[in-house]
T-cell receptor, first 112, second 116 residues
């Protein structure tokens, strides 16, 4: 069973701080990794995708992938109250299936 | 960027009726589309995967005769909830996978279904 694990939170950080969200996955052969943001009552929105080990930066967001340790993380710098949402980690496993496996999400609260 | 349009955004129907939800990829060809259901404060639950021109693959526990999926073209997939009941009330979201090496999974805006 391919699993993607996330701490459900909530993770509470003050405005301006760095929020660190973590995700671990069970399939060592996984190839593609995605972070989504989902506001309450809305559908998920893609923030970042990462395919290679290391860091990938996009604005205030940095995704970090470590395939050896089977984890992927998302850092949000200068957190804003508008970043308060549930963050979903998704992993596309190895093999021919294109079905991504989603974690249950981490709730982030950025307080002023 | 990849855009997926989903309609309607909200629908209220009477118990026993059928509801059709449309999912369109607007600026790319979606070889594969996914249909999810999400109950309040719960995670996404994959219902089925559809590939253009072939029958959908349903996840275990999802009734294929109740949730009819059609993916007749590379830009359109539909989900029909037949003989809806109040327990079918949920947030239904489609997602499309594009073509090419750097594919991503783009979600539609979701459909809030309420069966009364």
């Amino acid at each position: 069973q391919k699993e993607v694990e996330q701490n459900s939170g909530p993770l509470s950080v003050p405005e301006g701080a760095i929020a660190s969200l973590n995700c671990t996955y069970s399939d060592r052969g996984s190839q593609s990794f995605f972070w989504y943001r989902q506001y309450s009552g809305k559908s998920p929105e893609l923030i970042m995708s990462i395919y290679s080990n290391g860091d990938k930066e996009d604005g205030r967001f940095t995704a970090q992938l470590n395939k050896a340790s089977q984890y992927v993380s998302l850092l949000i710098r200068d957190s804003q109250p508008s970043d308060s949402a549930t963050y979903l980690c998704a992993v596309k496993a190895s093999g021919g299936s294109y079905i991504p496996t989603f974690g249950r999400g981490t709730s982030l609260i950025v307080h002023p | 960027g990849a855009v997926v349009s989903q309609h309607p955004s909200r629908v209220i129907c009477k118990s026993g009726t059928s509801v059709k939800i449309e999912c369109r990829s607007l600026d790319f060809q979606a070889t594969t589309m996914f249909w999810y259901r999400q109950f309040p404060k719960q995670s996404l639950m994959l219902m089925a995967t559809s590939n253009e021109g072939s029958k959908a693959t349903y996840e275990q526990g999802v009734e294929k005769d109740k949730f009819l999926i059609n993916h007749a073209s590379l830009t359109l997939s539909t989900l029909t909830v037949t003989s809806a009941h109040p327990e079918d009330s949920s947030f239904y979201i489609c997602s499309a996978r594009g073509q090419g090496a750097d594919y991503g999974y783009t979600f539609g805006s979701g459909t809030r279904l309420t069966v009364v």
